[in-house]
């Protein structure tokens, strides 16, 4: 298992790491499946997580953009694979979210399949974001994704984000919780991040040097 973590495979940009600067973002376009993604070798970061955990947020800040990757209060509205070309030199690729239980078994499990191919089959993929809400306990969802990324040795940074919405001194048992459920070793603590304050964005551009450097 490869699992990416502060304080262990990653330098913090305060710390001596090196941060991407993001120079240049745009939208390349939504995909159906993985087969009919464009025919390239950029290195590819993918993001995973359930339905509204705020995977288009994340993008967002990262690249300093308030638009480029549409974040919506409703749940369940990427059903697409959508790319995300940073600096010329990698995409980032926003995956369906999953365990959104207001849709269809049959619709959950047909983005089941397409997130599940592309991760599969997805050559130049280098490492996955997977991301989790720190006010949550994590599902049973998170906990399967997780241990296939893992099964498939495919690198993975955590992510615990909003983290605005809980106070200082309750995110150490919030961690607790995620690390007991997700089964992680100490040192693998995921990494605090809240879209609206930025926390945490440096620490992010500097582990998705780290992946495809
Ligand atoms: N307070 C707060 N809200 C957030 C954060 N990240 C996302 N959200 C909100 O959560 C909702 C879902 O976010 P979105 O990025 O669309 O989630 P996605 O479905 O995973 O892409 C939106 O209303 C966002 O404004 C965060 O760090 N802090
Ligand atoms: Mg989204």
């Given at each position: ?188 603590r995921p990494l605090v991040f809240s879209a609206a304050t930025g926390e ?14």
């Amino acid at each position: 298992m490869i699992l990416l973590s502060p304080g262990l495979a990653l330098p913090t940009g305060s710390k001596g790491g090196v941060e991407v600067l993001i120079k240049s973002s745009e939208f390349k376009g939504a995909f159906v499946d993985w087969n009919r993604l464009p025919e390239e070798d950029l290195p590819e970061i993918a993001l995973v997580g359930r339905s509204n955990v705020g995977k288009s947020s994340l993008i967002n800040k990262i690249v300093n953009r308030r638009n480029l990757a549409k974040s919506s209060s409703t749940p369940g509205k990427t059903r697409t694979i959508n790319l995300y070309l940073l600096n010329n030199a990698f995409n980032l690729v926003d995956l369906p979210g999953y365990g959104y239980a207001k849709v269809a078994k049959a619709e959950q499990q047909k983005w089941g399949r397409i997130i599940e191919n592309y991760l599969q089959n997805r050559k130049q993929l280098r490492g996955v974001i997977h991301l989790l809400d720190i006010r949550h306990e994590p599902g049973n969802h998170d906990l399967a994704m997780k241990e296939w990324l893992s099964h498939y040795e495919i690198p993975i940074l955590l992510i615990a984000t909003k983290a605005d919405k809980v106070a200082r001194g309750a995110r150490q048992k919030q961690l607790q919780l995620i690390s007991r459920k997700l089964n992680l070793d100490p040192e693998h603590r995921p990494l605090v991040f809240s879209a609206a304050t930025g926390e945490g964005a440096e620490e992010i551009r500097d582990a998705i040097g780290e992946i495809i450097n």
